[in-house]
C-alpha cells in the first residue's frame, strides 16, 4: 500500500477510533448515573444509617434537648455575625 | 591445543559483537536508570538485566529453547502476562472518584486522542526514508500515548511483536518521565486564574455502587466492544474481588503476589525483546520520537477537553485534571496535584484527578480494544 492510502485509512482510523472512545465512555457516563441513582433510590436507609449520632442517645440526651441546643446555637452565630 | 581452541571459541571474548555490546550497555543504562534515578524501578530493573541476559553470547537465552525464549513464548506471545498485570491493577484500583463524577470518563476519552494522532503520525514518518511503518506497527506505537504497560505490551504482542522492545521501553520510560513532561504542558495550556480553580468536595459513594460498577463496565464491553474483554474483563475481575469485600485473600493476592511474580518475569521478557539486530534500527530512533508525541498530545487534549467541560459545566472544573486522563495511575494525578498547589496552596486536586486518571485507564483499554478490531 502507498503511503498516500494508508494516510487516509489511518485518518479514518483516527476519526472512527475517537468517535468509538467518546461513544462508549458517554454510554458509561449514562450507565453510571443511571446505577447511582438506583442505588441511591433503593438503599435510603443504609446510607443514612451513619449520619445518625447514637452517641448523645447513649448518654440519655433526648432528642428535643439536642433540637433546642441546635437552635440556640444556630441563633446565637446568627446574631453575632 | 584444539581443546584450548575450542574453550577459547566458547568465551565470551570470542564471541562478543560491537552491537551486543552495544545492548549491553543500553541494557545498563536502564539499569542506571532504575537504581540511581529510581525511574520506574519496578519493570526498568527486570527489563535491563533481560536485554544485558540476551545479548550475552553463546549462552543463547533467547534462543529457541532457552530461558528467555520460553518466559517470552508463555508470557508476552500468549498476552497472559500483560493480562495478569491488569488484574492486579484492577484490584488496585479505586473507582469512587469517577462513580462520584462519571462526567471524568470524558477526559480519559480526550486524552486518548494522543494514541490516535499519534498513529496518524507514525504513518507520516513513513515520508522519511528508513522507515516502513505499517497500520499494525503504527497503532502498537501510538498505544504508548496511553500512558499504560500492560496495554501496550498486550497490543504490540498482537500486532508488531517485532518492535515490542522498543514500545515497552519508551513506555516505561515515558511513564517514569511523566513529572517532567506533563507540567510544562499542562502551563502553556491554562491561565493562572484557571489552574486557581477548586472544585467542590466530592460525594460519599456506596459499596453498591463500588460493586455494581465493574460488572456494569463488563457488560457493556461485552454488548459493543468484545475485542476489548480480554483487558477489561481482568481489569473488572480484579476490581470486583476488591470491592465485593467477601474474597480478600484473592484480592490481596492478586494486588501483590501474582503482580509481583507477573512483573519480574514480564520484565525479563520485555528484556529478552532488545536484541541488536531489532533494537538498533532508525525506527527505535522513530518510537522514541512518537511516544513522546503521544504523551504530549493527549495530556494537551485532555486539558483542552477540562476547559471546554469547565465552560458548559455547572460546577466548577479545574482544568488541570483533564492532564490525568492520559492514565500513568498514579502519576498523573500527583502531578496534577503539584501544579494546583504551585498556583494555589489550599488546593488539593489529588481526588479529583484520581477520577479522570481511573477513566484513563479505561479510555487506553477501549482504545486498545478498537485498534484490535480494526486493525488486527
Not at chain 1, 485518518?11 to 477510533?17: A, D, H, I
Not at chain 1, 433503593?42 to 447513649?58: G, I, M, V
Not at chain 2, 470491592?243 to 501483590?256: C, F
Request: aromatic share 8%; net charge neutral.
Amino acid at each position: 500500500m502507498d503511503i498516500g492510502a494508508l494516510l487516509t485509512t489511518a485518518g479514518n482510523l483516527m476519526l472512527t477510533g475517537m468517535v468509538s472512545v467518546f461513544v462508549f465512555l458517554s454510554l458509561l457516563i449514562g450507565a453510571v448515573t443511571a446505577m447511582s441513582r438506583l442505588v441511591s433510590k433503593f438503599a435510603q436507609p443504609d446510607l443514612e444509617a451513619p449520619q445518625r449520632t447514637p452517641s448523645f442517645k447513649s448518654q440519655g440526651v433526648p432528642n428535643e434537648h439536642i433540637a433546642a441546643i441546635s437552635a440556640a446555637i444556630a441563633q446565637y452565630k446568627k446574631n453575632n455575625n | 591445543m584444539d581443546s584450548i581452541l575450542n574453550l577459547w571459541h566458547a568465551t565470551g571474548i570470542a564471541n562478543f559483537t560491537f552491537p551486543g555490546l552495544i545492548m549491553i550497555a543500553v541494557g545498563c543504562l536502564l539499569l542506571f536508570l532504575a537504581i540511581a534515578k529510581n525511574f520506574e524501578p519496578l519493570l526498568l530493573l527486570p527489563i535491563g538485566f533481560g536485554a544485558i541476559l540476551t545479548n550475552i553470547p553463546v549462552a543463547g537465552l533467547s534462543d529457541p529453547g532457552g530461558l528467555l525464549y520460553h518466559v517470552y513464548y508463555v508470557g508476552i506471545d500468549t498476552g497472559i502476562f500483560p493480562l495478569l498485570i491488569f488484574m492486579g491493577v484492577g484490584a488496585l484500583t479505586d473507582f469512587s472518584a469517577l462513580i462520584a463524577n462519571p462526567r471524568m470518563l470524558l477526559l480519559g476519552a480526550a486524552a486518548q486522542f494522543g494514541i490516535f494522532a499519534t498513529l496518524f503520525g507514525a504513518i507520516l514518518l513513513n515520508f522519511i526514508p528508513g522507515f516502513e511503518f505499517s497500520l499494525q506497527d503504527a497503532s502498537a506505537i501510538a498505544i504508548i500515548g496511553g500512558a499504560d504497560g500492560p496495554t501496550a505490551i498486550f497490543l504490540a504482542s498482537k500486532l508488531a511483536p517485532d518492535l515490542l522492545g522498543a514500545i515497552a521501553v519508551a513506555a516505561y520510560s515515558y511513564m517514569a518521565l511523566v513529572p517532567i513532561i506533563q507540567p510544562p504542558i499542562m502551563r502553556a495550556f491554562t491561565t493562572s486564574e484557571e489552574r486557581k480553580i477548586q472544585m467542590p468536595e466530592l460525594r460519599k459513594v456506596s459499596k453498591k455502587e463500588k460493586i455494581i460498577f465493574p460488572l456494569m463496565v463488563l457488560t457493556l464491553t461485552a454488548i459493543f466492544l468484545p475485542a476489548a474483554i480480554p483487558l477489561v474483563g481482568m481489569f473488572c475481575l480484579g476490581n470486583l474481588m476488591r470491592e465485593s469485600g467477601v474474597v480478600d485473600r484473592l484480592s490481596n493476592s492478586a494486588q501483590n503476589e501474582i503482580i509481583n511474580i507477573t512483573t519480574i518475569f514480564l520484565g525479563l521478557a520485555v528484556g529478552s525483546k532488545l536484541a541488536a539486530d531489532q533494537f538498533l534500527t532508525v525506527e527505535t530512533l522513530g518510537i522514541l520520537v512518537l511516544g513522546a508525541l503521544a504523551f504530549a498530545i493527549g495530556t494537551a487534549s485532555g486539558v483542552f477537553m477540562a476547559k471546554g467541560l469547565n465552560k458548559i459545566s455547572k460546577t466548577p472544573i479545574n482544568p488541570l485534571i483533564g492532564a490525568a486522563g492520559v492514565s500513568a495511575v498514579p502519576m498523573a494525578a500527583r502531578v496534577v496535584n503539584k501544579v494546583g498547589l504551585e498556583n494555589n496552596p489550599h488546593n488539593f486536586l489529588l481526588m479529583h484527578a484520581m477520577g479522570p486518571n481511573v477513566a484513563g485507564v479505561l479510555g487506553s483499554a477501549v482504545a486498545a480494544g478498537i485498534l484490535l478490531a480494526l486493525v488486527g
